[in-house]
């Protein structure tokens, strides 16, 4: 058996500090990265306070699951996000 190898990259933006602005970093980079070509997605990981929904102007989305997989919610930036 073999298995295909995808050619992808992950970028990770943290801080062990709060109000450093990870989130808009992280927002703006993903924003750019697609607007460039590069096909894009975006999770926040913040269980005590996701802002990703607020930056991304998809307040009150939620993500639907298809064959017990979370599909992303789209945004009217046209990166798919997940939070």
């Known amino acids: 058996m ?5 050619d992808r990259r992950l970028v990770a933006v943290a801080s062990g ?3 450093v ?3 808009t970093v992280a927002a703006n980079l993903a924003i750019a990265l697609s ?3 590069a096909k894009t997605g975006l999770i926040d990981a913040d269980i005590y306070g996701p802002s990703q929904p607020r930056i991304m102007d998809s307040e009150g989305a939620r993500p639907t ?8 919610v789209a945004t009217r930036f046209g990166v798919p996000m997940l939070s």
């Open 21 to 23: 602005g990870k989130s």
């Open 2 to 6: 073999t298995s295909a190898k995808i």
């Open 65 to 72: 699951a298809v064959n017990q997989k979370l599909e992303p």
């Open 17 to 19: 500090k709060g109000g």
């Open 35 to 37: 607007r460039l070509g």
